[in-house]
């Protein structure tokens, strides 16, 4: 049973780039959330995507933009890259509806260094 | 505005010792409160989480114990293993296990054979 799986592993810009990281859920999940974890800290909520829909988003500007796809799969978009974006994102898949215990099923993450 | 601050930063603990690892936060909306585990190159892996309605709950070798007057709850790791080397995550979040969640720093615990 596949896990959550995130693509490209490892990434390198350059600053004022634009990025796509891409994430296919968990088997059964149907939300997908995105995380920036910043060397030596805890994950920042980015946003949530449930139904192909932005339901919830965290303090990031519109740079950063997301898109939940009919399979439930999603890509975390950043436009004009800082070198303060440099950090792994991570993706979570969940059932909108899961019971207590489950929560968050975490990728391995897409480490993004901006030079 | 850090909302769920946790401590230690760092903890070291002998193989068969009690690892424990705080956590307060600050918003008393917060009803959902998980720890995750991460080993380095991975993502964080759901432990254990606990609802502000009961003060304890214990599985296996992790307890979490809640104080919802204090607004703190700590996870505590008995029989400490070199395994269990990790950072430890605590988290809280309004309403749902799958909703928005706010994180703590992260614990780096080590455990000496």
């Known amino acids: 049973d596949a896990g959550v799986t995130q693509s490209p592993t490892h990434l390198i810009k350059t600053r004022g780039q634009q990025v796509t990281l891409r994430c296919s859920p968990k088997?059964?999940?149907?939300?997908v959330s995105w995380y920036q974890q910043a060397l030596g800290q805890g994950p920042q909520f980015i946003f949530q995507?449930?139904?192909?829909?932005?339901?919830q988003r965290g303090n990031f500007p519109d740079r950063f933009s997301g898109h939940q796809f009919p399979n439930y799969s999603s890509e975390l978009n950043v436009n004009a890259l800082l070198l303060g974006d440099s950090a792994l994102y991570l993706c979570?898949?969940?059932?909108?509806?899961?019971?207590?215990?489950?929560?968050?099923?975490f990728g391995s993450g897409t480490r993004l260094t901006v030079v | 505005q850090q909302q769920v601050k946790q401590s230690p930063q760092s903890l070291i603990v002998q193989k068969g010792g009690i690892s424990i690892i705080n956590c307060a936060y600050e918003?008393?909306?917060?009803?959902?409160f998980p720890w995750y585990q991460q080993f380095p190159g991975k993502g964080p892996a759901l432990l254990i989480a606990?609802?502000?309605?009961?003060s304890e709950k214990k599985e296996g070798r992790f307890t979490i114990s809640f104080n919802k007057s204090a607004k703190q709850f700590s996870l505590h790791i008995m029989d400490s293993q070199p395994g269990d080397s990790a950072t430890y995550f605590c988290?809280?979040?309004?309403?749902?296990?799958?909703?928005?969640?706010?994180f703590g720093d992260g614990t780096t615990l080590t455990v000496k054979p």
């Open positions: 995507y449930y139904e192909e829909e932005e339901r």
């Open positions: 606990i609802r502000p309605d009961v």
């Open positions: 918003n008393t909306a917060f009803d959902y």
């Open positions: 088997s059964g999940h149907d939300t």
């Open positions: 988290a809280a979040s309004i309403g749902t296990n799958a909703g928005k969640s706010t």
């Open positions: 979570a898949s969940s059932l909108v509806l899961g019971q207590d215990g489950y929560g968050y099923t």
